[in-house]
């Protein structure tokens, strides 16, 4: 029998993190299921779905806890066996304007007041090209009720790029 968890982390970035915390999972037995990680202003961080016999659970936790003594800060949470769930009615979301304070949680709010849940969600700034200004840029998959009006959520979305001058874009990926 198995056991699955969810460890979140974070150190400084350097090279060999993934290696370590690989390392310790393979010395126990664990299946390196899922994954997501970034380097962002000097930091690692991530979240890594494990798969572990049950048996060997105790250990692998006690194991990978010992890494704080290289600056990993880990938390354990247990998780779902198999597959992710269906995300249903799967669409991507493109944000690209200029930076001010707000412009996620407008479009979040928007999200949120129509049940839409965000699966995934990178954001950035950058400089744009021959000008000083930063440009910030979101990139999020999302997941659509079945019974929304996607008209309606279109008319949302203009609404708020047009009143913060920036531009957006809301594709299907799976219907």
Known sequence: MHTYR???FIA???PGLIEEMSDVANAHGANWLESRMSQLAGKFAGIVR???PSSRLLELERALAALDRVGLTLRFESAAPGLPPDQGNSHHLEILGYDRPGILHE????LA????NVTDLRS???RAPGNPDPLFHASADI???EALDIGELRSALESIARQMGIEYALTTTRA
């Open 6 to 8: 969810i460890i979140s």
């Open 124 to 126: 950035e700034i950058r």
């Open 143 to 145: 997941a659509l009720p």
């Open 107 to 110: 479009f979040a709010a928007a």
């Open 12 to 14: 400084d970035d350097r």
């Open 113 to 116: 007041q129509r049940g839409i």
């Open 50 to 52: 494990l798969s572990v």
